[in-house]
């Protein structure tokens, strides 16, 4: 079936760096947008970054740009997500979907505090 499954959060001080994977399975990988989002506590679910499956072509939410990079493995049917210059607002748990926002992963925490 289809699985997406997140890992790599965790606790980092602001200005710290984390990267994010995001492994995938049950579908053709190398056909389908990947994208990540994020959700704060009380706050509605929000576009970070995504990627095309082929030519890999890269969009970014203005709050991560310059400080994101998403980029994707389709030999081993991963995504990545380097955060640096982690910022206290960038807490929240990160989720990875594909094309159609269909299927999710569970998510992994990230929370940059000092």
């Known amino acids: 079936q289809v699985q997406l499954v997140e890992s790599g959060g965790g606790l980092v001080q602001p200005g710290g760096s984390l990267r994010l994977s995001c492994v995938v399975s049950?579908?053709?990988?190398?056909?389908?947008?990947i994208k990540w989002y994020r959700q704060a506590p009380g706050k509605q679910l929000e576009f970070v970054a995504s990627?095309?499956?082929?030519?890999?072509?890269?969009n970014y939410a203005n709050s991560v740009k310059g400080r994101f990079t998403i980029s994707r493995d389709n030999a081993k049917n991963t995504v990545y997500l380097q955060m640096n210059s982690l910022k206290t607002e960038d807490t929240a748990v990160y989720y990875c979907t594909r094309t159609y926002s269909d299927y999710w992963g569970q998510g992994t925490q990230v929370t940059v505090s000092s």
């Open positions: 990627i095309t499956s082929s030519s890999g072509i890269t």
């Open positions: 049950g579908f053709t990988f190398s056909n389908h947008v």
